[in-house]
């Protein structure tokens, strides 16, 4: 079977719009939509607008540059602190700023599989887990306040789950749940008034953003992003398209590039992720038209979303759903752990205490339990 799929994927680089992109376009929009739209509710000075037109020009940028299907997501750590915290826009972009110029100067100077290779993979883990119960307990709160839509967009999203795993279905779950929110809301509040997306403007950050967006998001982002965003995402890209797999170094040029582009411009900091790939691939994204196709019906809800009532029409049950779905696919990476004791110690002090701190302790956790289990070996090697 892998034979067969290296075998498939090895010749398949360039620009096709088959049905089979067209369906690997969307594999990964169940991640995607509710980190954005999350966030925008919680932070009224962002535009959700701005968020969905420079993920749209990313995924197409992408599709061209690389012309194999490379996912553009919304970074999950900084989506779900903000979510859980509700902090300002102007922290949101000076995240993105010094992430973007992180990873910019990394992939510029080829470092990216040494650093990666010094933070455990216990620790990154445990950042998954902790981000799990941060959006799992914001979750709670908005389907506590609409019950009944919330159950019945979890049953829509459980039953898309379970048939793409058992059939080449896509799981377009939450583009279908937020369609009938919308038409419910509507139904409901009647239609907003039709705006264009407003140009984007150059945001620049004050000290006291970049010193908040730095120790509550972006920290806790980097090591999510070097080990799933783009050392994962690489080592995925040679098993599905040997000849054309993606140098991970290369992988954090272009991430640091968009940040650093389109974060001062009211854009979400983004990533890559292996996890968007294995679903674009799994549904028949091949080339970088998936790309290109994701890119047009992302930019779709950037007009969409251009009035900013339309965030007040969808229902809160909506939000809750969606928001469990994404905690659990996190949540479920987490178990992958070399060490229970270092992932639940960070999870756990991530509700305590603050995603970041947490990280600070798994970081010396997991290195004394490293030395501790050497210890005895080193004691029997001198005897």
Request: proline residues 6%; neutral net charge.
């Amino acid at each position: 079977m892998g034979a067969t799929v290296e075998r498939d994927g090895a010749d398949e680089r360039g620009i096709r719009f088959t049905l089979e992109e067209v369906a690997g376009s969307v594999g990964d929009f169940g991640t995607i939509f509710p980190i954005m739209l999350g966030v925008a509710i919680v932070c009224p000075d962002v535009n959700i607008s701005h968020f969905f037109l420079f993920l749209a020009a990313w995924f197409i940028i992408a599709g061209l540059y690389y012309r194999l299907p490379i996912p553009i997501e919304p970074m999950k750590a900084i989506g779900a602190v903000v979510i859980a915290g509700g902090l300002s826009g102007g922290e949101i972009v000076a995240s993105g700023i010094v992430v973007g110029a992180i990873f910019f100067i990394i992939g510029l100077v080829g470092g990216m599989s040494w650093i990666g290779d010094r933070i455990p993979r216990s620790v990154i883990r445990g950042v998954q887990a902790g981000l799990a119960l941060l959006l799992l307990k914001t979750s709670l709160g908005y389907i506590s306040q609409d019950l009944y839509f919330a159950a019945f967009s979890i049953g829509i999203i459980v039953v898309f789950f379970i048939a793409s795993q058992r059939t080449r279905v896509p799981d377009i779950s939450a583009l279908l749940v937020l369609a009938i929110g919308l038409g419910v809301g509507i139904a409901t509040q009647g239609m907003p008034p039709f705006r264009l997306i407003p140009i984007p403007t150059l945001i620049i950050p004050a000290s006291t953003d970049f010193i908040a967006g730095t120790w509550d998001l972006a920290l806790p982002q980097i090591p999510l992003t070097l080990a799933n965003a783009i050392l994962a995402t690489s080592l995925l890209t040679y098993d599905f398209f040997p000849k054309n797999g993606v140098n991970p170094d290369r992988l954090s040029l272009t991430l640091g590039t968009m940040n650093l582009v389109s974060t001062p411009l009211g854009g979400f900091p983004m990533c890559h992720g292996a996890g968007g790939l294995a679903a674009m691939y799994r549904f028949g994204a091949r080339t970088g038209g998936a790309n290109i196709i994701a890119g047009i019906i992302v930019l779709l809800f950037a007009v969409a979303f251009a009035p900013p009532e339309v965030l007040t029409l969808i229902p809160l049950g909506v939000f809750g759903a969606l928001l469990v779905f994404v905690a659990l696919e996190l949540g479920k990476h987490s178990a992958k752990t070399e060490s229970y004791l270092v992932t639940g110690v960070i999870a756990v002090l991530t509700l305590a205490v603050g995603i970041t701190a947490a990280f600070i302790v798994g970081m010396i956790l997991a290195y004394a339990q490293e030395r501790w289990r050497k210890k005895p070996q080193s004691g029997v090697a001198g005897q």
